[in-house]
């Protein structure tokens, strides 16, 4: 277990209104991510951090925001959800603890939030 | 547009035989894959990995094989056993974006007693 823990793990809401996701990590890992997970679409990349206030874009970064105050919180807000945000998310870390090294780094995943937007 | 494709599904086979799954990708940029499985209601968990140099990788009764030649990898499981069912993904990296995976759909493996 890479103490990775995600929450809620399950969240039903209605369209327009905020939410958060909450990834917590003990492992003081540099490198988190937020991954959703769709049939058709695989795991697709949408926020990732390399850093406490670094982040960055990924593939399907639109209707996201994400912030990390602290290097073992890392947060996921959908500013106004919409029905295209119903999914299951996926919180992961990265091995390695410095860029040097965290090339071939796998990835560790915490156990999800599954999220369905009404 | 699927740059890691599984093109099975599913695959079933029986306790004790081998399980081969396995992946396809079109980006030669490609430097390193990965295959993680994935139990339901649990994040998908690292199982190994392959560097571009290679074309073989193992770790006990996972290898890893690599045709760059062909743009497939696939990945070996012997002897198969039940708990081994679970979802396989298939993921891929290349060097000039480093921090984005590129994942296939995966191949859910059913291993009957």
């Known amino acids: 277990d890479a103490g990775i823990t995600q929450s809620p793990r399950h969240k039903v809401t209605e369209t327009g209104t905020p939410v958060t996701l909450r990834c917590h990590q003990t492992?003081?890992?540099?490198?988190m991510y937020w991954y959703r997970q769709d049939p058709g679409h695989g795991l697709r990349l949408i926020h990732y951090?390399?850093?406490?206030?670094?982040?960055d874009k990924g593939e399907v970064s639109d209707g996201y925001s994400v912030s990390r105050s602290k290097t073992e919180d890392f947060l996921l807000t959908l500013e106004s959800a919409t029905s295209s945000q119903t999914s299951v998310y996926f919180c992961?870390?990265?091995?390695?603890?410095?860029?040097?090294?965290?090339?071939?780094?796998?990835?560790?995943f915490g156990n999800g939030t599954r999220l369905t937007v009404t | 547009d699927q740059q890691v494709k599984q093109n099975s599904p599913s695959l079933s086979v029986q306790e004790g035989r081998i399980s081969i799954l396995n992946c396809d990708y079109t980006n030669s940029m490609f430097d390193y894959f990965l295959w993680y499985k994935k139990y339901p209601a649990e994040g998908p968990t690292f199982l190994i990995s392959i560097s571009s140099i290679k074309d073989k990788n193992e770790d006990g009764r996972f290898t890893v094989f690599l045709n760059k030649s062909a743009k497939h990898l696939s990945l070996h499981i012997v002897p198969s056993q039940p708990g081994d069912s679970a979802v396989y993904f298939c993921a891929a990296k290349n060097a000039g974006n480093n921090r984005k995976l590129i994942w296939g759909l995966g191949t859910s493996l059913a291993v009957n007693p």
């Open positions: 492992e003081n890992h540099r490198y």
């Open positions: 992961a870390i990265s091995a390695a603890r410095h860029s040097s090294s965290s090339y071939n780094s796998p990835l560790h």
């Open positions: 951090s390399y850093g406490v206030k670094d982040t």
